[in-house]
């Protein structure tokens, strides 16, 4: 599932959808066939504060937890190192590790 969202919008978030697509591209059926799939008109900004409310409210746990932000950020952490090292593969548990080490020598130097 693919995501690509137009950042000339992204200052007016309830218009988000008319600039992005969400598509399914299945390697079986060929990487050129795309499945477009309908975005719902809505505002992410609101969306996220209501799940946060809706989290406060009932105790339930977020969809989007902070765990799932900090694998996201990794993620991106480490494709943009896997760029610098020529396209090896980097485990996101070592850019994990690495920002808690800095995380911990800032700490320390304060």
């Known amino acids: 599932m693919h995501y690509e969202v137009d950042f000339s919008s992204w200052d007016h978030p309830d218009r988000l959808h008319e600039s992005s697509s969400l598509y399914v591209q299945r390697g079986k059926d060929g990487y050129g066939k795309r499945e477009e799939l309908d975005l719902p008109q809505s505002n992410m900004f609101v969306d996220e504060l209501e799940s ?8 339930e746990l977020p ?48």
Do not use: H, P, W, Y
């Open 63 to 110: 969809e989007l937890s902070a765990t799932n932000g900090l694998a996201a950020a990794a993620a991106v952490n480490a494709a943009l190192l896997s760029i610098d090292r020529g396209g090896k593969t980097v485990a996101l548990a070592e850019v994990i590790d690495e920002a808690r080490a800095r995380v911990r020598r800032q700490a320390k130097a304060a």
């Open 52 to 59: 946060f409310a809706r989290a406060i409210a009932t105790g």
